[in-house]
Protein backbone atom coordinates (compact mmCIF):
# COMPACT_ATOMS: atom_id res chain seq x y z
CA UNK A 1 0.00 0.00 0.00
CA UNK A 2 3.21 2.85 0.66
CA UNK A 3 4.23 1.76 -3.08
CA UNK A 4 1.00 2.64 -4.32
CA UNK A 5 0.97 6.21 -5.76
CA UNK A 6 -2.51 7.77 -6.17
CA UNK A 7 -3.65 10.31 -8.88
CA UNK A 8 -3.63 13.99 -8.28
CA UNK A 9 -6.33 16.14 -9.47
CA UNK A 10 -5.02 19.51 -10.19
CA UNK A 11 -6.80 23.09 -10.62
CA UNK A 12 -6.05 26.20 -11.48
CA UNK A 13 -7.03 28.94 -9.38
CA UNK A 14 -5.59 32.22 -10.60
CA UNK A 15 -4.79 34.25 -14.48
CA UNK A 16 -1.76 34.27 -16.00
CA UNK A 17 -1.31 37.48 -16.94
CA UNK A 18 2.17 39.21 -16.24
CA UNK A 19 3.89 35.76 -14.80
CA UNK A 20 7.02 34.51 -15.83
CA UNK A 21 7.33 32.63 -18.92
CA UNK A 22 8.34 29.15 -17.31
CA UNK A 23 5.08 29.05 -15.36
CA UNK A 24 3.36 29.84 -18.42
CA UNK A 25 4.88 26.80 -20.25
CA UNK A 26 4.26 24.66 -17.68
CA UNK A 27 0.45 25.18 -17.19
CA UNK A 28 0.48 24.78 -20.96
CA UNK A 29 2.15 21.15 -20.42
CA UNK A 30 -0.42 20.71 -18.08
CA UNK A 31 -3.30 21.75 -20.15
CA UNK A 32 -4.56 24.17 -17.50
CA UNK A 33 -5.45 27.17 -19.94
CA UNK A 34 -7.89 28.94 -17.52
CA UNK A 35 -9.19 29.27 -14.29
CA UNK A 36 -11.28 26.80 -12.67
CA UNK A 37 -9.97 24.23 -15.31
CA UNK A 38 -9.29 20.69 -13.45
CA UNK A 39 -7.16 17.76 -14.91
CA UNK A 40 -6.21 14.06 -13.50
CA UNK A 41 -2.42 13.39 -13.44
CA UNK A 42 -0.44 10.41 -12.56
CA UNK A 43 1.32 10.70 -9.12
CA UNK A 44 5.04 10.45 -10.33
CA UNK A 45 8.47 12.79 -10.43
CA UNK A 46 7.98 15.00 -13.27
CA UNK A 47 4.28 15.67 -12.45
CA UNK A 48 4.91 16.91 -8.75
CA UNK A 49 7.91 18.91 -10.28
CA UNK A 50 5.42 20.36 -12.60
CA UNK A 51 2.91 20.97 -9.77
CA UNK A 52 5.27 22.90 -7.58
CA UNK A 53 6.58 25.23 -10.12
CA UNK A 54 3.01 26.32 -10.85
CA UNK A 55 1.41 25.97 -6.88
CA UNK A 56 1.45 30.14 -7.14
CA UNK A 57 -1.71 29.76 -9.45
CA UNK A 58 -3.30 25.51 -8.57
CA UNK A 59 -4.00 23.71 -5.85
CA UNK A 60 -3.65 19.88 -6.28
CA UNK A 61 -3.88 16.58 -4.36
CA UNK A 62 -4.40 13.32 -4.62
CA UNK A 63 -8.18 12.48 -6.03
CA UNK A 64 -10.49 9.69 -4.31
CA UNK A 65 -12.17 7.03 -6.18
CA UNK A 66 -15.54 8.82 -5.20
CA UNK A 67 -14.80 11.68 -6.34
CA UNK A 68 -13.69 11.22 -9.95
CA UNK A 69 -16.65 8.90 -10.42
CA UNK A 70 -18.32 12.15 -9.72
CA UNK A 71 -16.74 13.81 -11.67
CA UNK A 72 -16.47 12.22 -14.79
CA UNK A 73 -20.08 11.92 -14.24
CA UNK A 74 -21.37 15.47 -14.20
CA UNK A 75 -18.23 17.41 -15.62
CA UNK A 76 -17.62 14.16 -18.41
CA UNK A 77 -20.50 13.39 -19.25
CA UNK A 78 -20.62 9.83 -18.52
CA UNK A 79 -23.23 7.80 -17.18
CA UNK A 80 -23.13 6.43 -14.11
CA UNK A 81 -21.90 2.83 -14.85
CA UNK A 82 -19.73 4.05 -17.79
CA UNK A 83 -17.92 6.48 -14.92
CA UNK A 84 -17.72 3.95 -12.55
CA UNK A 85 -15.70 1.42 -14.79
CA UNK A 86 -13.07 4.57 -16.32
CA UNK A 87 -12.82 5.58 -12.56
CA UNK A 88 -11.98 1.84 -11.48
CA UNK A 89 -9.71 1.58 -14.32
CA UNK A 90 -8.25 4.89 -14.25
CA UNK A 91 -6.70 3.55 -10.36
CA UNK A 92 -5.96 0.23 -11.80
CA UNK A 93 -3.46 1.30 -14.14
CA UNK A 94 -2.57 5.19 -12.32
CA UNK A 95 -3.72 7.49 -15.05
CA UNK A 96 -7.03 8.44 -17.11
CA UNK A 97 -5.78 7.24 -20.21
CA UNK A 98 -2.77 8.65 -21.86
CA UNK A 99 -4.36 12.37 -21.49
CA UNK A 100 -6.91 12.63 -20.17
CA UNK A 101 -9.70 15.23 -20.30
CA UNK A 102 -9.86 18.55 -18.90
CA UNK A 103 -12.72 19.13 -16.95
CA UNK A 104 -14.25 22.34 -16.29
CA UNK A 105 -15.89 23.13 -13.23
CA UNK A 106 -17.62 26.12 -11.53
CA UNK A 107 -16.16 28.25 -8.85
CA UNK A 108 -16.70 27.08 -5.43
CA UNK A 109 -19.70 27.03 -3.53
CA UNK A 110 -19.25 28.57 -0.42
CA UNK A 111 -15.83 30.39 -2.35
CA UNK A 112 -12.56 30.22 -1.65
CA UNK A 113 -10.27 31.62 1.13
CA UNK A 114 -7.60 33.49 -0.47
CA UNK A 115 -5.85 32.93 -3.35
CA UNK A 116 -2.98 34.99 -2.93
CA UNK A 117 -1.90 32.49 0.28
CA UNK A 118 -1.34 28.55 0.52
CA UNK A 119 -3.17 25.96 1.68
CA UNK A 120 -4.07 25.76 4.73
CA UNK A 121 -4.72 29.37 5.47
CA UNK A 122 -5.65 30.26 1.64
CA UNK A 123 -6.19 27.84 -1.22
CA UNK A 124 -2.87 27.37 -3.59
CA UNK A 125 -0.62 24.38 -3.22
CA UNK A 126 -0.68 21.54 -1.95
CA UNK A 127 -3.36 20.25 0.00
CA UNK A 128 -3.92 16.95 0.05
CA UNK A 129 -7.01 14.88 0.19
CA UNK A 130 -8.80 18.05 0.95
CA UNK A 131 -8.48 18.48 -2.62
CA UNK A 132 -11.94 15.62 -2.74
CA UNK A 133 -14.19 18.51 -0.65
CA UNK A 134 -13.05 21.73 -2.76
CA UNK A 135 -13.59 19.38 -5.80
CA UNK A 136 -16.92 18.01 -4.61
CA UNK A 137 -17.82 22.03 -4.08
CA UNK A 138 -17.18 23.35 -7.98
CA UNK A 139 -18.98 20.21 -9.46
Excluded: H
Amino acid sequence: MADEKPLFAAIMLKGTVKINRKVTDTLKNLRLSSINNCIILPADNNYTGMLKRVSEYVTWGEVSQEVLEKLLEKRGKLDAKKAKIVAAKAFKDKELKESGPVFTLSPPSGGLKAVRLNYPRGDVGYRGEEINNLISRMI
